[in-house]
């Protein structure tokens, strides 16, 4: 980690905007050149208002190993749970769950709910020829209007929970508890730093500039897009955050804490970002009885 990425990150967790922009002007890494174009002309709003930032991101780099390695763990889970009924949260364009549906004992019916407009029609393109559901909604509201007795046999969410924050993703979870036969959630293990201190920007600025490398012509889109959103959003005080995520233990707790029982963790694919995990878990009773 150069210097002036350190100062830069240093001023961004210090709502410095400014300094940030100017420790990092002219460059000199993939990581201090894109950070420094973004603030440039930074601009609020979600990540996802930029689908093909997020399609460029997903589709190449690190993510087409990781994907691959994904879609063959749902497959697993799908084998064991034997599921007629899938609630898929946060699917995105569908590219895990497409991989994930063309294992053997696939579900027949197939839930989405996707905020994003582009990333849901995505989706629904990408699973022609399968009885999809697709629900256009954040899932607060999907999770807690489900009627009494609705139960999903797999609710599966891939790199989309940690979108929810802390306390939003305890209610989102407990409401799904009893709707849910079995839960499958990919995310990934990232270290507890202290926020914004020396051992956090050394893995933010390390881990960043591993991750821009990865891309070639589609590097500025992906990194303007979505990257640096992400990594400010991490930093700046009362910037718009994307994501809130925690080491593989804490969603193990979380998720108990919901009121799922038998959590179990499994390291599934190192990423440039942190390694990926698959967390399993068992929900309602009513699933578990029908199949």
Excluded: K
């Amino acid at each position: 980690m150069t210097n002036h990425i350190d100062e830069a990150l240093r001023a961004l967790a210090d709502g410095e905007v400014d300094a940030a922009a100017a420790a990092v002007r002219g460059g000199g890494t993939p990581l201090a050149e894109a950070l420094a174009r973004y603030l440039a002309s930074a601009r609020e709003g979600s990540v996802y208002d930029e689908p093909a930032a997020f399609e460029a991101f997903i589709g190449g780099g690190g993510n087409v190993g990781l994907y691959r390695a994904v879609g063959e763990a749902l497959g697993r889970v799908y084998t064991a749970a034997r599921p007629a009924t899938l609630l898929d949260v946060g699917c995105g364009d569908g590219r895990a769950l497409r991989a994930a549906l063309a294992s053997e004992h696939a579900p027949a019916s197939v839930t989405l709910v996707e905020p994003s407009a582009a990333l849901l029609d995505a989706a629904v393109r990408a699973l022609a020829g399968h009885d999809v559901d697709a629900r256009r909604t954040r899932v607060e509201p999907f999770a807690a209007g489900l009627p009494e007795g609705e139960v999903f046999d797999v609710a599966q969410s891939t790199f989309a929970l940690h979108a929810l924050p802390h306390e939003v993703r305890d209610t989102v979870l407990a409401d799904l508890a009893r709707h849910v036969g079995v839960l499958a959630v990919v995310e990934f293990d990232v270290p507890d730093l202290p926020h914004g201190g020396p051992e956090h920007r050394r893995f933010l600025a390390e881990a960043y500039e591993r991750g821009l490398v990865e891309y070639g012509e589609d590097r500025d889109l992906v990194a303007q897009g979505f990257l640096m959103p992400v990594l400010t959003g991490q930093l700046v005080p009362g910037a718009t955050r994307a994501t809130w995520e925690q080491p593989a233990a804490r969603w193990a707790e979380q998720v108990g804490r919901a009121g799922f029982t038998d959590v179990r963790v499994t390291r599934l694919h190192d990423y440039w970002w942190s390694p990926a995990f698959l967390l399993t878990a068992s929900g309602s009773p009513a699933a578990a009885t029908r199949r």
